[in-house]
């Protein structure tokens, strides 16, 4: 009876560290709410929006996100170009879309693959995956990329 329910316990706990490790298409974080940052399983790293001290700006950012003091280690703009209160990064099929409160977008990140899903990894590196030829490489990854933005097509 214990291991049973031990087992299935287990189960439950495997499939909700599944549902949190993938990112889906069209998952949306925003400044303004508790959805500003994919955690990765263990917690140990976030992305997402990450406030700058005593202002309405943020920077897209990857985070130590288990000490109180969220140190920052990897950042997609700046410092000098953070995005305001209001500002949404969604995952699409071509990448990381980051649109301003004025309709303005740009990519954190783009691929010309159809990215399938995202994920924050319990090693700092954020990566998007591509299911083209049912093999779900990585098409991108923080860890790779520094700095990048660029304009949108759409
Ligand atoms: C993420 O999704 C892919 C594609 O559906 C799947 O193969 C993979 O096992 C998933 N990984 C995790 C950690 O959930
Ligand atoms: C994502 O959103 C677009 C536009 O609303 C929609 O056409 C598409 O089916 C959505 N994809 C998924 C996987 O939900
Ligand atoms: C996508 O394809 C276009 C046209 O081939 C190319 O110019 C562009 O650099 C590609 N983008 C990426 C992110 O690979
Ligand atoms: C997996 O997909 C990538 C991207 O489309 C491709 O470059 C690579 O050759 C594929 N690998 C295998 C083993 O099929």
Redesign the pocket.
Same mark, same amino acid.
């Given at each position: 009876m214990a291991s049973a329910t031990f087992f299935i316990l287990s189960l439950l706990f495997l499939h909700i560290t599944l549902a949190l490790a993938n990112i889906t298409i069209n998952s949306t974080l925003y400044t303004n709410n508790n959805n500003n940052a994919w955690p990765s399983p263990s917690g140990e790293f976030a992305f997402g929006f990450h406030q700058l001290k005593d202002t309405n700006l943020f920077m897209v950012a990857i985070w130590y996100n288990k000490i109180p003091e969220k140190t920052i280690v990897w950042n997609s703009y700046s410092h000098s170009n953070p995005t305001p209160t209001g500002s949404k990064i969604q995952l699409t099929q071509s990448g990381l879309k980051l649109t301003t409160p004025n309709g303005e977008s740009t990519w954190i990140a783009q691929t010309n +693959?159809t990215v399938s899903y995202g994920s924050m990894l319990d090693n700092g590196n954020f990566v998007l995956a591509?299911s083209? +030829?049912n093999?779900n490489?990585l098409?991108w990854q923080s860890f790779k990329n520094r700095y990048f933005v660029a304009k949108p097509n759409s």
């Open positions: +693959n591509s083209d +030829n093999n490489t098409v």
